[in-house]
């Protein structure tokens, strides 16, 4: 009985922890199997945590989000290094570390470090340090083993000069000048952070525009903040050779242009982390990007065998990999009886922040659905211009009869924390009246949704009276 369980889950980043917290919550007994010492995954260690407190450190020692008040030279430090940003970083990955082991503890949660991988479908092994092995059984199994940087054998990466996003964290100083390939969200966010501290960043994507899942409103506002500052932006341009010329990076596009920087950071897409899983062992195979394809209630080809977080594609967002890892450990348990419905909220630390939750213009679109649009702009709200920021905005889409809200978008300071409004009158199926009829604290960035929905009411009425004009003219 010491090696049985009713639940093994394989890695302990988001989706991990929340699946087995949640079953343990339930009264079963879990196994979490991490293949490093310290929990939390690539999220605590390399990925989400480390990058947005290298961001909260350069937004607070460039001074840049007080320029609007303070003037442009306005900054707290001078000479910005690596070490100031990474300081930062390891202060909050030792303090997400420990509490996220407390919490294994504290819900009596069975943790092993070591390499995992299937035996057989409901046999796991581990093998830790010194070669040494453990076989565990579990009568349900969730995979969550996330995902690592994609590494293409053309891609001749070396340490300090081609790397990749994990690899960046382990500079010694900050280049004077970056090619970043791939405008995705890592590679993205990034673009804004180190152009931020003065490194001479381009930004290089094959697509026409960034960020393709996101509200072109929203895309074309980053895209001028992003020339603004500094960086250079090659969209529709691919990559057809990359190489070192001494200590210069060169890279090749496909229209025979060259890009020469310091450092190349290559972060086109991430392959799941299931090449050493023994998948084959448990009857399972993954595509050819590592990820697993599951079912709604994310089942694998295995009924009792799960996946969550980033080994299942997109959206792989760590509040996302959270709420599939929940939802994950209570359809095994019974807890579900249909599949659930998301709402998910996204979440992209670029500077200004984006965040958005519900449908886009694009979706509507080409559903053929009706709707109406609202905007409220941060230098109109009197919270915006406390705290300097200009250019943020928040725009809603509902039905133009209905007024049932369908979706929010915003762009700005503060965005990923705002849109959480917006998400819960989406879920509960009311309209932007609701807005108007709310009262707000003041001077907040909350006001912006009275704003918007006002401007959303004031463009039907246009609508409406130009249509009585016209049958007048008529």
Do not use: W
Not at 83 to 90: F, P, S, V
Not at 274 to 298: I, P
Not at 403 to 428: P, Y
């Amino acid at each position: 009985m010491k090696h049985e369980f009713e639940l093994i889950v394989i890695g302990s980043g988001p989706a991990g922890q929340k699946a087995a917290l949640n079953a343990a919550k339930l009264g079963k007994r879990v196994a979490l199997i991490d293949r490093s010492d310290s929990l939390g995954g690539v999220c605590i260690h390399t990925g989400t945590i480390p990058s947005k407190a290298i961001r909260e450190a350069v937004l607070h020692l460039t001074g840049m989000n007080l320029r609007q008040v303070y003037g442009e030279s306005y900054s707290v430090k001078q000479e910005i290094t690596m070490q100031d940003l990474l300081y930062r970083a390891q202060h909050v990955i030792r303090t997400e570390t420990e509490v996220i082991r407390n919490q294994m503890r504290r819900n009596r949660v069975e943790v092993y470090s070591g390499v995992a991988s299937f035996v057989d479908a409901n046999t796991v092994r581990i093998r830790r340090e010194g070669d040494e092995t453990i076989d565990i059984r579990g009568l349900n199994v969730l995979v969550a083993v996330g995902t690592d940087p994609a590494r293409p054998a053309n891609v001749p990466f070396t340490a300090g000069k081609i790397i990749d996003s994990t690899e960046l964290l382990s500079l010694s100083k900050l280049p004077r000048s970056m090619t970043i390939v791939g405008g995705g969200v890592i590679g993205t966010e990034y673009a804004c952070m180190l152009s931020a501290v003065g490194v001479k960043v381009t930004l290089i994507e094959s697509r026409p525009r960034l960020l393709e899942f996101v509200d072109d409103e929203l895309i074309e506002a980053l895209q001028f903040r992003l020339r603004d500052s500094g960086v250079r932006l090659r969209l529709g341009e691919s990559v057809s050779k990359i190489e070192l010329d001494g200590n210069t990076v060169v890279a090749t596009l496909a229209s025979h242009k060259t890009v020469r920087s310091e450092t190349l950071l290559y972060s086109i897409g991430r392959q799941g982390a299931t090449a050493n899983l023994g998948l084959e062992n448990a009857g399972l195979s993954a595509d050819n990007r590592g990820r697993l394809k599951v079912n709604e209630y994310f089942q694998t080809a295995v009924p009792h065998i799960y996946a969550a977080g980033d080994v299942i594609g997109f959206p792989a967002l760590a509040a996302t990999s959270m709420e599939q890892g929940r939802q994950a450990s209570s359809h095994m348990f019974h807890q579900y009886t249909e599949a659930p419905s998301p709402l998910y909220p996204y979440g992209i630390y670029t500077i200004p922040e984006i965040s958005m939750v519900g449908a886009t213009e694009q979706q509507l679109t080409q559903e053929g659905t009706p709707y109406e649009v609202g905007i409220a702009r941060y230098r109109e709200i009197a919270r915006g211009q406390l705290i300097g920021d200009a250019h943020g905005l928040l725009k809603l889409l509902f039905h133009p009869e209905s007024r049932r809200l369908l979706g929010v978008h915003t762009f700005g300071t503060q965005a990923t924390e705002l849109v959480h409004i917006g998400q819960a009158v989406i879920a509960a199926g009311m309209p932007i009246d609701y807005f108007i009829d709310t009262v707000f604290n003041y001077p907040t960035l909350a006001e912006c949704y009275k704003v918007a929905a006002l401007d959303g009411i004031n463009r039907i009425r246009s609508s409406d009276e130009t249509v009585v004009e016209l049958n007048k003219a008529a």
